[in-house]
C-alpha cells in the first residue's frame, strides 16, 4: 500500500475552513434539532400517560411512526416529497425561496425523529415514578395538571438524565445523515476534502477525532448535571 501520508492538509487555509464550517453546522443543525426534540418530546411523552385515551392513543401513533421509520427515509420525504403535496405557491417557496432549505429540512426531519424517542423516554420516566406519589397528589386536592407539574415532572426529569444523555450524543451522530441532501455539515465537510486532496484517511480521521471531543464533552457535562440532580434514596415503582 502505498498511500501519501499528509497530516498538513489539515490545516491549510481552505481546508481548514471547510472543517470549521462543517463543525459550525453540525452543532447548528444539532442543537437545533435537540430543542425541538425536546419541545415535542416532551408533550408527547405526557400525552402518552395521560388519563384521555384518544390523546394517549394519538402520542402512540406519533411515536411509533417516526420512531419505525428510518431517519435518512424521513429526511427525503421532508426534503423532495412534502414540497410537492402541499399546496402549489407553498412547495414553489419551500423548493425556491425558502432561507437555508436543507438546514431546515435537517432540522425538522431529525427533530421530529429524536422526539419521537424522547417521548418514550419521558414516559418511562413517569412511570417509574410509580402510583404512590400521584395517587398522594390527587389526594390533597392536585388537579392532573398540578401533579404533573409539582410531582411527575420534576421527579421524572431528574431520573432520565443518563438516557437523555445518551439521546443528546444520538442526535450529533445523526445530523451527518443531512448530508444526503446537501448540508454541508462536518462529514459532508470531510468527505469534500477527500474529494479534493485524495487524503481520505486524514480527512475522515478528523471528523472522527472532532465527534469523538464532542462526545466526550456532552458526557462529562451531563455527569456533572445527573451528579446533581440525582434523587438520594429514590426508590420508584414498587
Excluded: H
Excluded at 481552505?14 to 425541538?36: C, D, K, M, P, R
Excluded at 394517549?56 to 401513533?61: D, E, F, S, V, Y
Amino acid at each position: 500500500m502505498n498511500y501519501n501520508w499528509n497530516w498538513g492538509v489539515l490545516f491549510e487555509e481552505e481546508y481548514l475552513g471547510w472543517l470549521i464550517s462543517g463543525l459550525g453546522w453540525t452543532f447548528a443543525v444539532a442543537l437545533s434539532a435537540w430543542v425541538l426534540a425536546l419541545a415535542v418530546g416532551v408533550l408527547v411523552g405526557v400525552g402518552r400517560t395521560l388519563p384521555s385515551r384518544p390523546v394517549a392513543a394519538l402520542c402512540t401513533i406519533y411515536v411509533e411512526l417516526f420512531r419505525n421509520v428510518p431517519l435518512l427515509v424521513q429526511l427525503f420525504l421532508w426534503y423532495f416529497v412534502m414540497p410537492e403535496i402541499v399546496p402549489d405557491d407553498l412547495g414553489r417557496w419551500m423548493k425556491r425561496d425558502m432561507p437555508n432549505p436543507e438546514y431546515v429540512t435537517a432540522v425538522i426531519g431529525l427533530g421530529l425523529y429524536t422526539a419521537s424517542r424522547v417521548a418514550e423516554q419521558v414516559r418511562a420516566g413517569i412511570n417509574a415514578v410509580g402510583p404512590g406519589l400521584t395517587s398522594a397528589a390527587y389526594a390533597n386536592g392536585f388537579s392532573t395538571a398540578q401533579t404533573y407539574r409539582y410531582v411527575l415532572l420534576p421527579i421524572s426529569f431528574r431520573l432520565i438524565v443518563p438516557p437523555m444523555t445518551s439521546e443528546f450524543l444520538t442526535i450529533f451522530k445523526n445530523s451527518s445523515l443531512a448530508l444526503t441532501i446537501g448540508l454541508l455539515e462536518l462529514t459532508a465537510q470531510s468527505q469534500q476534502i477527500a474529494e479534493y486532496t485524495f487524503q481520505g484517511f486524514e480527512a475522515f480521521t478528523a471528523a472522527t477525532v472532532i465527534y469523538v471531543v464532542i462526545a466526550l464533552g456532552a458526557t462529562v457535562i451531563a455527569q456533572t448535571l445527573e451528579k446533581y440532580t440525582r434523587i438520594p434514596g429514590f426508590v420508584g415503582k414498587g
